[in-house]
């Protein structure tokens, strides 16, 4: 009975949130499997990965159209895995939390902040990489939900543009915890200033 009541109370904000979610699943998986290799993210059209055909809009809705393929391409046949599906089921669990941990006004925060992380893992773990373009994006996140925005004092463009320079290729490997911490406060220095002694 709790859960039909918080169910009513989610409105239309928390309703477009878990029904937005699959499609923002969908996006980080062509994220995930794009980005690391430096593939164009939306100009490129999404294409069967066995057989190269482009798909079609029916063959891209988020879990519905992998469940009536029965997870098979529409023309080739040959089985398409379990990756979309789940990542677009991962996001909606995203979202559902977030939903049922705050307000849907305020859990839109939440969902960018932990798709964000989701996709850092998923790359991560396919990869080795840590792709700084969604590492910064996680540390804003971080950053505004905390309500420190930029406060800091000092120049924002300068230390935006130190933190630019500071940063290195858009992608690399992270193989010790001591460069992950490096990552860490970089990316806190890029957000609160650098440090002053």
Known sequence: MELLDRAASLGTAGWMLLLVAPFVGSFLGVVIRRLPHGR???AARSRCERCGVVLAARDLVPLISWFVLHGRCRHCGRPVGWF?????LASLAVAAIATAVHRPESAWLDCLLGWCVLALGWIDLRTGLLPDVLDLGVAAGDAAGRGCGA???GKPRSRRDQAARSHGPPVRPVSRRRDLDSLVVRAGEFVRGPARS
């Open 40 to 42: 164009p993210l939306v």
């Open 84 to 88: 979309y599906p789940g990542i677009e």
């Open 151 to 153: 406060a800091g004092g």
